[in-house]
């Protein structure tokens, strides 16, 4: 009967650390998905702001992204600066998301010739 109790109680603590490491592992899962569609979305929008012929000196943002850059019920705000700089411009673009109550963000630089 004893055996059995400890079989029982070895299993119980085995189980609760793999249920452990389960969410450890969803949560990581998560945060670097989120970091990664975060990154492309501000490498999108730095591109559009290199390739367009006269860039307007500006500060604009979108908010309420989703990770395909369609605006509507995503997570993310994307932020862009675009500032002259010399005889060129200044370009900064940040994309924000709220992760289990913290804010966290990616931002890019760029400097574009005239």
Request: aromatic share 6%.
């Amino acid at each position: 009967m004893i055996e059995v109790m400890v079989a029982i109680l070895l299993t119980a603590i085995a189980v609760i650390g793999v249920v452990g490491l389960y969410r450890v592992q969803t949560r990581s899962s998560s945060f670097s998905r989120r970091t990664t569609e975060a990154a492309v979305l501000a490498a999108d929008k730095m591109e559009t702001l290199r390739t367009t012929v006269t860039p307007i000196s500006s500060t604009a943002d979108e908010t309420t992204l989703d990770a395909r850059g369609k605006i509507g019920s995503g997570v993310y705000t994307r932020r862009w600066l675009v500032t002259p700089s010399g005889p060129g411009y200044q370009l900064d673009v940040t994309v924000l998301w709220t992760d289990e109550s913290t804010t966290r963000q990616v931002k890019l630089y760029s400097v574009r010739g005239p």
